[in-house]
């Protein structure tokens, strides 16, 4: 309200006040900064950011870089960034190294840069390389905020991470994924354990993996509601491809025997 009427005074108070923020209040505030002309500031919060971008960080920041003519600020971060995460993915160490030193280079303490860079070598199972880049970023003081899911279910909102066994129905949650994880082998679904960045056997990466905050909610929502509801989950982080494939089985089983 205070962003979309011009008082980023009140904006920024506000968000300065929030015991927890995620990646939409920051997204909320370099918006509003970039909407009313505040490019360098917009600039400058997106590069001391604690929470993980996702797409519509890069969008607004690309506006704030227009609406303050840094555009070749935005071809420094946005180049060695997306780089960086291609190099994960085709699994380049070389070239993922250049362009690590230089994101950091650029941005020292954006906690996901270190997280980014931290995955490329246990990609590469570099695990050690991995632990090294996390005590790097534990000497520098820079935290990552946990990712997070979250649903509402008769006006109250459940929240769950990953791992999670806060919640009052834990243990039986858990031991539902177990028997939902059997009937979506049956049904052909296979677990894409290379979302796992863990130095552990796959075994255990499976278990890791049903112990994801997705599934969690999603397990949350098909206990506590009558065949046919539609399950709505919102979250701070992008969804694993793992869990991304798991969920249309888990909806194809749902469909077929309410689970």
Known sequence: MYAKSGCLNLSRKGFDEMPNRNVITWNVLIMAY?????GEEALELFKNMEAEPNEVTFIVVFAACSHSRKLMELDKVFTWSSLLGACRIHQNLELGEVAANNLLHLNPNVASHYILISNVYSSAGLWNKATEVRNIMKQMGVKKEPGCI??????????????????????????????????????????????????VDEDEKGNLLCGHSERLAIAFGILNTAL????RVAKTLRV???????????SKIGEEDNC
């Open 34 to 38: 970039a909407m009313h002309g505040k």
């Open 150 to 199: 979250w649903i509402e279910l008769r006006d109250e909102v459940h929240k769950f991470m990953v791992g999670d066994v806060s919640h009052p129905q834990t243990e039986q949650l858990h031991a539902f994924l177990e028997t939902l994880s059997d009937k979506m082998r049956r049904e052909g679904c296979v677990l894409d354990t290379s979302c796992v960045l863990h130095d």
């Open 228 to 231: 046919g509801t539609t399950i």
């Open 240 to 250: 694993c491809n793992d869990c991304h494939v798991a969920t249309k089985y888990i």
